[in-house]
């Protein structure tokens, strides 16, 4: 079968059942293959958040004609006729057991939530039906997600005394944008031309009734000329704080485009508008498996299921492959931690480079198979081959138990955990538990969260999360990440694992922050703040600051109390720049006082003079300043003056037009903190002038 499975896009139409009045629907695209290209008489579907279609197709697939559900049950005739065959991308899965088994290229996209339920039936008289895993937007790197490029957002109306703003709408919280219309439209400029191939939309707290229900998603290259990305009509959202997540399709999703405007025309009936958060994506939807049966004509149906191409690639699953990867997490542990954060390592581990044990035979692993009353997951099973339970896995778990002692939880002692409570959030059960002592967490395999290939679905249960983490395909994928999370908290400590290419992610990163290039330079010195860079987490913070103040101080005091950090930085800027930002982001947490933001920088290495007083901090923050190149001190003595007089807007247009000649006069700056934290510039500098400074390009020559 060949991999360049061609898509059919449909035009559609839509009517309310008996109205005859037709109007124009979201496009449809289908691509299907299931070993063998047959036209398709029949599809059915249904997506994650409950809507459902049906249709039929002619003969030669040029047109069909069925029904269309919506979420809130409301029904619609849906039509469509073949406007184009492209080589689309359709989702790959490797099919699971039998010989000859071929792969399943499958793709609908109509616009709506990820499909969850697929049923089919061909010309030839075979079909199926299977229902598909889609994977969580959080959980997945390669999803595309272009938000963070956003540097500036508008909106028609916003409720600014309350701080329910348009800028709120970017970031990962509860706050959220309230317009006193019931009809609103928001701008969003991206510092670069991207494709949007789906968007989501999240509810706001409070009144249903202020939801959007009729949106138009536009692009513009200029911001003059638009063109209609995707169009909603009768939408709605059952629940607060509700995600949905919207599909771009047709020749809409491949363009790209610097500008993007949500024109809301209508919502659910209240006199304003709201939303939480608005994200944008590039990347293609994401499945994780499909499982369910098929048949061919005359035939009896049989079990169909299959895992996405590529799943699984980098993570151990062979015997041989768990015994290279923990000789080199072994390695790494060793040479990266102090001897007594091992404890309960022998000298015989020590010396082998080992922090394992031998490896179980296989009559001790049928053994636990047969206490168990079922087969083991094909990773778990593999690794416990390859040792027979395991010491320190990660920075929390201090011990992986053995086959002797691994048990469903249901079977452990009753204050460990509480199933029934687990399997209310979410977990099938039963449980099996495979750790031991830890700090404070423990490890658990769901047997009934099962995997075409066998893997039972892993998580981690927390006291700080509070509760379960996030969901895992198998026991392997939950040790690599621990693995990955074990590096990034050792190169946070400036304990790299692995510090090679630090000095050049470092001089990337300062060079993207300079050019305006913000979420380039963010992740420049994300990664080399992995690998030991004290001086990128600093950075890193910086910028965040300028994208929003509010709790930069959190992520300040966990950076002052970090040697290597202050080493690299230097203790001059950290007193001139580091403080006063730390004091001002405290300042504006209700929760907080200057004492308490003081008290919590015991402890630093820095000896810092800190004030004792709001009056004392106020003072700190007009006269604590890191130097300026002198044209940008000049600037700024004028903002201030303008500033003094209630000439806001003058004062910004100097501060924006000096913004350009700005250069770090120090190796670890990148832009100038004196915007932010001098009570002189507080009400010039507003949050979305903050965000537009670090994606104005800065400290580069013409010839540059």
């Given at each position: 079968m060949s991999e360049h499975v061609p898509s059919l896009v449909f035009h559609t139409e839509r009517q309310r059942t008996g109205t005859g009045q037709w109007t124009s629907d979201h496009g449809l695209v289908v691509a299907f293959e299931a070993g063998k290209a047959v036209p398709l008489a029949r599809l059915d579907w249904r997506d994650s958040h409950g809507a459902e279609a049906v249709i039929g197709f002619d003969p030669g697939m040029a047109a069909f004609v069925g029904l269309r559900i919506a979420a809130d049950g409301t029904t619609y005739e849906w039509r469509g006729r073949l406007v184009e065959r492209t080589?689309?991308?359709?989702?790959?899965?490797?099919?699971?057991?039998?010989?000859?088994?071929?792969?399943?290229?499958?793709?609908?996209?109509?616009?709506?939530?990820?499909?969850?339920?697929?049923?089919?039936?061909?010309?030839?008289?075979?079909?199926?039906?299977?229902?598909?895993?889609?994977?969580?937007?959080?959980?997945?790197?390669?999803?595309?997600?272009?938000?963070?490029?956003?540097?500036?957002?508008?909106?028609?109306?916003?409720?600014?005394?309350?701080?329910?703003?348009?800028?709120?709408?970017?970031?990962?919280?509860?706050?959220?944008?309230?317009?006193?219309?019931?009809?609103?439209?928001?701008?969003?400029?991206?510092?670069?031309?991207v494709r949007v191939r789906h968007y989501a939309?999240?509810?706001?707290?409070?009144?249903?009734?202020?939801?959007?229900?009729?949106?138009?998603?536009?692009?513009?290259?200029?911001?003059?000329?638009?063109?209609?990305?995707?169009?909603?009509?009768?939408?709605?959202?059952?629940?607060?704080?509700?995600?949905?997540?919207?599909?771009?399709?047709?020749?809409?999703?491949?363009?790209?485009?610097?500008?993007?405007?949500?024109?809301?025309?209508?919502?659910?009936?209240?006199?304003?508008?709201?939303?939480?958060?608005?994200?944008?994506?590039?990347?293609?939807?994401?499945?994780?498996?499909?499982?369910?049966?098929?048949?061919?004509?005359?035939?009896?149906?049989?079990?169909?299921?299959?895992?996405?191409?590529?799943?699984?690639?980098?993570?151990?699953?062979?015997?041989?492959?768990?015994?290279?990867?923990?000789?080199?997490?072994?390695?790494?542990?060793?040479?990266?931690?102090?001897?007594?954060?091992?404890?309960?390592?022998?000298?015989?581990?020590?010396?082998?480079?080992?922090?394992g044990y031998d490896a179980a035979p296989d009559e001790r692993i049928t053994a636990l198979e047969e206490r168990l009353g079922v087969p083991l997951p094909p990773s778990y099973r593999s690794f416990l081959a390859a040792s027979d339970g395991w010491t320190t896995m990660s920075t929390f778990m201090y011990e992986i138990l053995s086959t002797a002692e691994a048990d469903w939880l249901h079977n452990c002692p009753d204050d460990l955990l509480d199933e029934e409570y687990l399997e209310e959030g979410g977990l099938v059960g039963p449980l099996l538990l495979v750790s031991g002592?830890?700090?404070?967490?423990?490890?658990?395999?769901?047997?009934?969260?099962?995997?075409?290939?066998?893997?039972?679905?892993?998580?981690?249960?927390?006291?700080?999360?509070?509760?379960?983490?996030?969901?895992?395909?198998?026991?392997?994928?939950?040790?690599?990440?621990?693995?990955?999370?074990?590096?990034e908290l050792s190169g946070a400590e400036g304990r790299p694992v692995r510090p090679e290419g630090v000095a050049e992610l470092l001089g990337r990163g300062r060079a993207a922050a300079l050019r305006g290039r913000v979420a380039d330079a963010m992740d420049a010195f994300r990664r080399a703040e992995e690998k030991g860079s004290g001086a990128a987490a600093y950075l890193r913070a910086v910028l965040s600051a300028f994208l929003d103040v509010h709790g930069t101080h959190h992520e300040l005091r966990g950076l002052l109390h970090r040697p290597h950090v202050v080493a690299e930085v230097g203790v001059e800027q950290i007193e001139a720049e580091a403080l006063p930002l730390y004091l001002y982001s405290a300042s504006l947490d209700h929760h907080g006082s200057t004492a308490f933001a003081v008290r919590s920088?015991?402890?630093?290495?820095?000896?810092?003079?800190?004030?004792?007083?709001?009056?004392?901090?106020?003072?700190?923050?007009?006269?604590?300043?890191?130097?300026?190149?002198?044209?940008?001190?000049?600037?700024?003595?004028?903002?201030?003056?303008?500033?003094?007089?209630?000439?806001?807007?003058?004062?910004?247009?100097?501060?924006e037009e000096a913004l350009a000649s700005w250069y770090p006069v120090a190796p670890n700056r990148v832009a100038p903190v004196v915007l932010l934290t001098d009570p002189a510039l507080r009400g010039v500098v507003t949050p979305s002038r903050a965000r537009e400074v670090v994606f104005t390009p800065r400290g580069f020559r013409a010839d540059e």
């Amino acid at each position: 079968m060949s991999e360049h499975v061609p898509s059919l896009v449909f035009h559609t139409e839509r009517q309310r059942t008996g109205t005859g009045q037709w109007t124009s629907d979201h496009g449809l695209v289908v691509a299907f293959e299931a070993g063998k290209a047959v036209p398709l008489a029949r599809l059915d579907w249904r997506d994650s958040h409950g809507a459902e279609a049906v249709i039929g197709f002619d003969p030669g697939m040029a047109a069909f004609v069925g029904l269309r559900i919506a979420a809130d049950g409301t029904t619609y005739e849906w039509r469509g006729r073949l406007v184009e065959r492209t080589q689309g991308h359709p989702h790959r899965f490797r099919v699971e057991g039998g010989e000859g088994r071929q792969d399943l290229f499958l793709l609908v996209e109509d616009g709506g939530s990820p499909v969850s339920r697929l049923g089919w039936a061909d010309r030839e008289g075979g079909g199926g039906s299977v229902v598909l895993r889609s994977v969580d937007l959080e959980e997945i790197a390669t999803a595309g997600e272009v938000t963070d490029r956003v540097r500036e957002v508008r909106a028609g109306n916003e409720h600014k005394r309350a701080g329910e703003v348009a800028l709120n709408l970017l970031d990962a919280t509860a706050a959220k944008w309230l317009s006193w219309r019931d009809a609103d439209w928001l701008e969003f400029t991206l510092d670069e031309p991207v494709r949007v191939r789906h968007y989501a939309l999240e509810s706001a707290n409070d009144f249903a009734d202020r939801d959007p229900r009729d949106w138009e998603l536009q692009g513009s290259s200029d911001g003059n000329t638009w063109v209609v990305l995707d169009s909603r009509s009768g939408e709605f959202f059952p629940q607060r704080h509700l995600s949905r997540d919207f599909q771009v399709t047709g020749t809409a999703a491949e363009a790209s485009y610097r500008h993007l405007r949500l024109e809301i025309t209508g919502n659910c009936g209240g006199g304003e508008t709201q939303l939480c958060r608005v994200r944008f994506f590039s990347g293609e939807r994401s499945y994780e498996a499909f499982s369910g049966h098929r048949y061919a004509a005359g035939e009896a149906p049989v079990p169909y299921a299959g895992i996405a191409a590529g799943l699984g690639e980098g993570v151990p699953a062979t015997v041989e492959d768990w015994r290279a990867f923990l000789a080199e997490y072994s390695a790494d542990m060793l040479r990266v931690l102090e001897h007594g954060e091992l404890d309960g390592i022998t000298e015989e581990q020590r010396a082998g480079s080992w922090l394992g044990y031998d490896a179980a035979p296989d009559e001790r692993i049928t053994a636990l198979e047969e206490r168990l009353g079922v087969p083991l997951p094909p990773s778990y099973r593999s690794f416990l081959a390859a040792s027979d339970g395991w010491t320190t896995m990660s920075t929390f778990m201090y011990e992986i138990l053995s086959t002797a002692e691994a048990d469903w939880l249901h079977n452990c002692p009753d204050d460990l955990l509480d199933e029934e409570y687990l399997e209310e959030g979410g977990l099938v059960g039963p449980l099996l538990l495979v750790s031991g002592e830890s700090d404070a967490q423990y490890w658990l395999l769901d047997a009934g969260d099962v995997s075409p290939d066998g893997e039972w679905a892993a998580y981690v249960w927390a006291s700080w999360y509070p509760g379960l983490g996030e969901r895992h395909r198998s026991f392997a994928d939950l040790v690599v990440a621990e693995r990955a999370s074990f590096e990034e908290l050792s190169g946070a400590e400036g304990r790299p694992v692995r510090p090679e290419g630090v000095a050049e992610l470092l001089g990337r990163g300062r060079a993207a922050a300079l050019r305006g290039r913000v979420a380039d330079a963010m992740d420049a010195f994300r990664r080399a703040e992995e690998k030991g860079s004290g001086a990128a987490a600093y950075l890193r913070a910086v910028l965040s600051a300028f994208l929003d103040v509010h709790g930069t101080h959190h992520e300040l005091r966990g950076l002052l109390h970090r040697p290597h950090v202050v080493a690299e930085v230097g203790v001059e800027q950290i007193e001139a720049e580091a403080l006063p930002l730390y004091l001002y982001s405290a300042s504006l947490d209700h929760h907080g006082s200057t004492a308490f933001a003081v008290r919590s920088l015991g402890g630093t290495s820095t000896g810092l003079r800190l004030p004792s007083t709001d009056e004392e901090r106020d003072a700190l923050l007009a006269e604590r300043r890191a130097p300026e190149p002198p044209a940008f001190e000049l600037a700024l003595d004028r903002a201030r003056d303008l500033a003094a007089r209630g000439a806001d807007d003058e004062a910004w247009a100097v501060i924006e037009e000096a913004l350009a000649s700005w250069y770090p006069v120090a190796p670890n700056r990148v832009a100038p903190v004196v915007l932010l934290t001098d009570p002189a510039l507080r009400g010039v500098v507003t949050p979305s002038r903050a965000r537009e400074v670090v994606f104005t390009p800065r400290g580069f020559r013409a010839d540059e």
